[in-house]
């Protein structure tokens, strides 16, 4: 195992994916983490004259209203990571646990369980988040990640269930049950260890998707009512014209932002899945 | 001469170095023989016998030649080998239930097969069924798609797609491990009735079961952690074996008719050496009971009398 | 010790579960204490779902089961707890049975947390060390090793010694050599018979006869769910009365005999028309329209053959 070990952080070490993947993920993590401490004023005040381009004083500019882009940008992508890690969580959580569940237990458990993914899988997610979004007047960024970590499991219940299915097949789940362990214990102790690394993958992609699915939502208006977002900048940057008065600056940072992020994300994804899958390694 | 194999050294490349799988190997096998290759799991016969047609990495090749009919064989060339293979050298794999693609009609996958190496199928048709006749197949089966066949009817249709072009060579690899005794044996009738019609010049039977190989093979070469330590034709191996370790060997083996309560067997105590780094001298010396200080040097393969050749220093010291 | 009376195994298949498929058909036999009984069979015999089911691993369609005079329906939870402090198994792939990404000696540690929690480590460690030592099996190089570290004849070693770490009276072996080399087997079988002297039941199932030879007292030949022929190993070996266990015999490859011929009938599709037939009635040789399924008649006391013409043939 030792080798093993230290075989998969050496292919980890040299997957060129993995590595770009990681480096830009943590760059947009450290400015979240500590962007606002440099942020020289509060994401809604009023810092200044409107129509600023980048300077000195104001990093990265100002908004038609005079709030800087750069505070703004910053406090954005902290409740981007916080969608993203909330949202992923849930969805990554709930997806496995109905995923071991179905394949553990099959017969009926599994019917109702997959009958029950199918069906949330099948409702428009979009049109349910505005539904919701619609009935409440007060939204947090918090809020909406539970609400995407609510509705983004289903592929990864199917996908869970379906190497449980081949896991149990394995001599060492019935060496198992003959050693009279309950079935809660056999999905923990055996079959979760097995499945380490594709969770691992399952939840950096979900991570990836629900801050994807949180910037659709902000731009389209059902974001948080309290709050800045990557996704309210671009929409207010939108709303205002701010291409069209040629203030790049306040449109294109939380573009790139995402657009890095989620990217870097499915690179990381990809890169993983060549350490842990021999078979796609390049030797 | 069919085959003539000389000092061949295929390594597996390893990230904790190189793993020494077959290690200089020399043997001959002549027009119409079926040889048996047989050891424990991890003695290089499979990838003996898959390096003379398939050699990609992790294999590597070291050193060594092989010549077939007299004419080399360049099987450290990915390129050059793809003319010979199929009609050179063909093999039946280890898993050959699952070789076929499960979609495609048998008709089409051969046709293509044929087509790949500059033949017709409709040219070759009559052949077709004829072969099929042979393995007890109906040629209507050419209709159907691989997943429409049970297991062994599609072990069957890959014995006739990989001898359709009469190779010189065909390796067998674990073909029968899978099956049930009833369908061992038809396996093994199928192997010797291509040989007996000259579909195929010689056989290469890769097996860990001994007893299968005295039903089928002319001559048997036992290997060991990549070296080869006995061959002789089939009626000496299994009734006078010279090397301890084919002694031990033959001597495990239950047969109906030894029972426990009466005659318990023993089987050979350890585990082969790890083959990244083998010790020096003879492999089996951990293991052997009459290893002795001149086991420290590696013994040579020495012809004992015509046919038959061992490598032990110790030969005839041990009688039973 | 443990009997199957009438034990009948149907799986559904295709959607819907239209599909039925009789996988174990009416079996029945006992197993006495310190007994090794052999069931033979080809693939798809049923030898190995009769052996998942005296484990309860998968449900009986039709039938009892009875441990010691109890059924084995009515072991649930805590109950069924203690029936595998009887009643263990060893199961064919000794890789598929450890989980490669623990250590190999995690299975007894189970065992432990399971059955014997109020034991201390020190305790335990002696338990273990006398079941390796029971098995031939050296602990240095068995503990704390990764299952790939080892080789298959010491893994399945060490699943015994888990089945010997419980009270075990009763040991379901699931073609448990067929995956190990020949140099290896044969100690694994040895260490089954020796076992067998301390009391030990054994079901050792396998399609290779010349190891139910060797190491059983009774044998049960199994095609296509149904018994063809049962009674005492020699009986049955030397004096075979159904043409299927004659096939068999012949077919086995053996190194003091060659086979005379390379024929053998082989398995047929099933069609309808063989409903209520003899089971053996597509591949039977002397078959004839009169063969229908038969159950199985007593020869002599320890020899039952079902083959109603196993006089005149």
């Known amino acids: ?110 019917e109702l369980l997959m009958m029950f993914t199918n069906i949330v899988l099948v409702i428009p997610t979009m049109a349910l988040l505005i539904i919701l979004a619609a009935y409440l007047k007060y939204r947090g960024v918090f809020l909406e990640s539970v609400f995407i970590g609510f509705t983004a499991w289903p592929w990864t219940a199917r996908a869970v269930r379906s190497q449980t299915l081949s896991l ?116 | 001469m069919a085959l003539k194999i000389k000092d061949l050294r295929i390594y597996y490349q390893t990230l904790r170095g190189d793993v020494k799988a077959v290690d200089g190997i020399s043997f001959q096998v002549k027009d119409g023989e079926i040889m048996g290759l047989a050891g424990e799991s991890g003695c290089g016969k499979s990838t003996l016998s898959n390096a003379l047609i398939l050699l990609k990495p992790p294999m590597k090749y070291i050193s060594g030649e092989v010549f077939l009919n007299d004419k080399k064989l360049p099987i450290d060339n990915y390129e050059a080998m793809r003319a010979n293979r199929f009609r050179g050298v063909s093999i039946i794999p280890q898993y050959a239930m699952n070789a076929l693609n499960p979609i495609r009609k048998l008709k089409q996958i051969i046709s293509d097969l044929l087509e790949h190496h500059g033949e017709s199928f409709v040219k070759m048709r009559d052949m077709i069924e004829e072969r099929l006749k042979l393995v007890e197949l109906d040629e209507k089966v050419l209709d159907l798609y691989p997943i429409e066949l049970s297991g062994g009817m599609n072990q069957r249709m890959v014995m006739v797609i990989s001898t359709l072009l009469n190779p010189s060579l065909l390796l067998a690899d674990e073909i029968t491990s899978a099956l049930d005794v009833s369908s061992q044996k038809a396996v093994s009738k199928m192997i010797v009735e291509f040989r007996d019609r000259k579909i195929v010049r010689s056989v290469i039977f890769v097996t860990h079961d001994i007893s299968i190989l005295y039903q089928v093979a002319d001559s048997i070469m036992i290997m060991y952690t990549g070296k080869q330590v006995e061959r002789a034709p089939t009626e000496t191996i299994v009734k006078n074996p010279l090397h301890p370790y084919t002694k031990l060997l033959i001597s495990s083996l239950p047969e109906v008719g030894i029972k426990y309560s009466q005659a318990p067997l023993k089987g050979i105590p350890g585990r082969p050496p790890e083959l990244l780094n083998p010790p020096e001298g003879c492999r089996f010396k951990d293991r052997c009971p009459v290893a002795s200080e001149k086991c420290d040097e590696e013994p040579p393969l020495v012809e004992i009398e015509p046919g038959h050749q061992v490598a032990c220093w110790k030969v005839g010291a041990i009688d039973d | 010790m443990i009997e199957l009376k009438d034990i009948t195994k149907v799986y559904s298949l295709g959607a819907f579960g239209k599909r039925k498929l009789t996988a174990v058909d009416n079996v029945s036999f006992s197993i006495g204490e310190g007994k090794i009984i052999s069931l033979i069979g080809e693939s798809g015999s049923g030898k190995t779902t009769i052996g998942k ?213 082989e398995r047929k599709a099933v069609g309808s028309d063989t409903i209520g037939m003899c089971k053996y009635y597509d591949r039977c040789p002397l078959a004839t329209k009169e063969c229908e399924a038969q159950g199985l008649i007593k020869v002599e006391e320890d020899h039952h053959v079902a083959c109603w013409r196993w006089n005149d043939v």
């Open chain 3, 53 to 265: 089911m005296m484990l309860k691993l998968i449900p009986i369609t039709k039938g009892q089961i009875l441990f010691q005079g109890k059924d084995l329906s009515l072991f649930k939870g805590e109950k069924l707890k203690e029936y595998y402090r009887y009643v263990q198994g060893v199961f064919q792939d000794p890789f598929s049975s450890f989980n490669p990404i623990f250590k190999a000696d995690r299975i007894f540690e189970l065992v432990k947390s399971e059955f014997f929690p109020e034991l201390t480590g020190r305790e335990w460690q002696i338990h273990v060390l006398d079941a390796l030592e029971s098995v031939g099996l050296n602990p240095k190089t068995v503990l704390n090793k990764f299952p790939h570290q080892l080789s298959g004849g010491q893994l399945q070693r060490m699943l015994i010694a888990r089945a010997l770490l419980l009270d075990t009276k009763f040991l379901v072996a699931d073609e448990i050599i067929s995956m190990l080399d020949a140099s290896t087997r044969i100690d694994v079988l040895n260490i089954l018979a020796e076992l067998k002297k301390g009391g030990l039941s054994i079901l050792f199932i396998t399609h290779d006869l010349s190891l139910g030879y060797y190491i059983s007292d009774e044998s049960i030949i199994l095609y296509r769910g149904s018994v063809m022929e049962a009674g005492k190993t020699e009986k049955v070996f030397s004096t075979p009365l159904h043409p299927y266990t004659r096939m068999l015999l012949d077919a086995v490859p053996r190194i003091d005999r060659k086979w005379t011929t390379f024929e053998t009938p």
């Open chain 1, 1 to 110: 195992m030792k080798f093993r070990k230290s075989e998969i952080l050496f292919f980890a070490l040299r997957n060129t994916k993995l590595r770009i993947g990681v480096f830009i993920v943590a760059l947009f993590a450290f400015l979240a983490i500590f962007g606002p401490y440099f942020a020289k004023y509060e994401p809604q005040d009023f810092a200044g004259p409107g129509y600023n381009p980048p300077s000195g004083e104001y990093w990265l500019g100002t908004t038609t209203f005079g709030r800087d882009v750069f505070s703004q940008f910053v406090y954005g992508l902290r409740s981007t990571f916080l969608v993203g890690f909330v949202g992923g969580s849930i969805a990554t959580f709930i997806g496995l646990f109905v995923g071991f569940l179905s394949g553990y237990k099959g017969g009926l458990a599994d």
């Open chain 1, 168 to 283: 149990k097949t394995r001599e060492f789940v019935n060496l198992a049950r003959i050693t009279g362990m309950k079935p809660l214990k056999i999905i923990v102790v055996e079959i979760l260890p097995n499945m380490l690394s594709y969770v691992f993958m399952v939840f950096i992609l979900q991570f990836g998707g629900a801050i994807l699915t949180a910037a659709t939502l902000d731009f389209i208006g059902l974001g948080p009512t309290q709050g800045i977002s990557l996704g309210l900048m671009m929409q207010q940057a939108v709303l205002w014209n701010a291409i069209q008065l040629g203030m790049w600056w306040w449109a294109v940072p939380p573009g790139i932002a995402i657009t890095a992020i989620v990217g870097a994300m499915y690179f990381m994804n990809t890169g993983l899945d060549e350490v842990f899958n021999p078979k796609l390694r390049e030797m």
